[in-house]
């Protein structure tokens, strides 16, 4: 488990200030510039110290994987990604030439900390499904990469009505940093 630090400019909020600002960055993120992965490891990102790259990566999971809207929620999926930053098995336990149980133990170990955000999903939402998330905030699903349903699941509040995705990404960046902090990721 790598040890995450809070940037300097948080130090000093209290745990429950730094879950209601990892909300509002995540909320605010979606709703500025889209793209529901890519949006929660970014609230994360400006929260903590992580390197830029994990932001970049998270960018196609969005939609429910490559805007497919079949998939996992992108929040949940941006989620993991950052939560791996952390938790994740490095390169280096792993192997192609031969099985050292030890390193299959921590793939499983590493796997916890996801495990439980999506619970957190499963018990906010009943899903973590995208298709069966936009049912329950939209009452229909949408396929956005036909220009016309992405219009109409704009115009909807998909981005503009903060009870719809940007509250699933600020609940997701929120569930993130309260999981980092219960594991003893971060120090307040």
């Known amino acids: 488990m790598t040890k995450a630090k809070v940037r ?12 209601d600002k ?6 605010d993120f979606e709703k500025n510039s889209v793209g529901c992965s890519q949006c929660t490891v970014a ?12 932001v970049k990566v998270a960018n196609s999971l969005s939609g429910g994987s490559g805007l497919q809207m079949l998939g996992t929620c992108g929040a949940l999926s941006g989620g993991i ?3 791996d930053y952390y938790f994740g098995r490095p390169a280096e336990r792993m192997s192609y030439q031969e099985t050292i149980q030890a390193y299959k133990d921590e793939f499983f170990a590493a796997t916890e900390a996801p495990g439980l955000l999506a619970d957190r999903f499963v018990n906010e939402y009943g899903t ?3 298709a069966q998330l936009q049912r ?4 229909r699903f949408y396929w956005v990469k036909d220009p016309e ?4 699941i704009n115009a909807a509040g998909a981005h503009s009505d903060p009870a719809k995705c940007s509250h699933i990404v600020g609940n997701a960046a929120r569930w ?3 999981i980092l902090l219960d594991k003893d990721v971060i120090k307040l």
């Open 176 to 178: 993130v940093m309260e």
């Open 136 to 139: 329950k905030l939209f009452g």
């Open 22 to 27: 990892a909300y509002e960055l995540g909320s």
């Open 128 to 130: 973590f499904i995208c």
């Open 149 to 152: 349903e992405m219009e109409k």
């Open 81 to 83: 990604i950052a939560l």
């Open 8 to 19: 300097e400019k948080y130090q000093g909020l209290s745990r429950q200030e730094l879950l």
């Open 43 to 54: 609230a994360i990102h400006e929260l903590l110290e992580m390197d830029d790259i994990v």
